[in-house]
């Protein structure tokens, strides 16, 4: 009995460190009042902060951050770090829950190819021979960064304008934060990427059709 306390004990703990936390702020540069989740909270009308939020810390986890109620409308995920300013989700968030990883980042599978949210990089080349110079972000057709390639240095409302669509399967971000979105104009479920290499998108292969720069 004694064995299973602890053992029940030692997964409490476990828990509460792996456990999510996000904290909104009601003005940019995370002034004004914070808010702080550690679970899913699928109405903000109910806890007072409906369409407040203008900036966002995530502390821990992998956030999805959506336009409505019950994580409907437009959807960002967005993992640790900060967020100064929140662009077109300005005071617009009405939900928020934590998500799996792999549904943040997109290509996050074990092997340590992305190490933390400053880009460093365990190996900075891939079989291309890239040393970290070129364009802010090239996309990839194919996994492992083969295929063709593209270069973004700008906003793309859509990728159809570069014979894109609906084909990025791999991509290396080189600086900046970027946003990459499923439907023209960064509509539709979005997901945030930092500087690193993402080798497979998982959860956006094959279904980005707008790319934009955050900051």
């Not at 966002?56 to 992998?62: A, D, K, L, M, Q």
């Not at 970027?178 to 997901?191: K, M, S, T, V, Y």
């Amino acid at each position: 009995m004694k064995r299973l306390f602890t053992a029940l004990a030692l997964l409490a703990s476990f828990t509460h460190v792996v456990a999510g936390e996000i904290s909104l702020y009601s003005r940019p540069d995370f002034r004004g009042s914070p808010f702080t989740v550690r679970g899913a909270a699928p109405n903000f009308d109910d806890l007072g902060f409906n369409d407040r939020a203008s900036s966002i810390i995530v502390r821990s986890g992998t956030w999805e951050v959506c336009q409505h109620k019950n994580f409907g409308g437009q959807c960002t995920v967005l993992t640790p770090g900060e967020y100064p300013t929140l662009s077109r989700m300005n005071d617009q968030i009405s939900s928020v829950r934590e998500v799996d990883q792999r549904r943040g980042r997109g290509d996050y599978d074990g092997r340590g190819d992305y190490d933390g949210r400053d880009g460093d990089r365990r190996d900075r080349r891939d079989h291309r021979g890239d040393d970290g110079r070129g364009a802010p972000v090239e996309l990839f057709t194919d996994r492992d960064f083969g295929g063709r390639a593209i270069p973004v240095g700008n906003d793309i409302r859509t990728l159809r304008s570069r014979d894109f669509n609906d084909r990025a399967t791999s991509m290396i971000v080189r600086e900046g934060e970027w946003q990459l979105c499923e439907l023209d104009d960064f509509g539709g479920r979005c997901i945030v990427y930092a500087p690193g290499r993402y080798p497979f998108l998982q959860g956006m292969q094959d279904m980005a059709s707008s790319v934009r720069r955050l900051r």
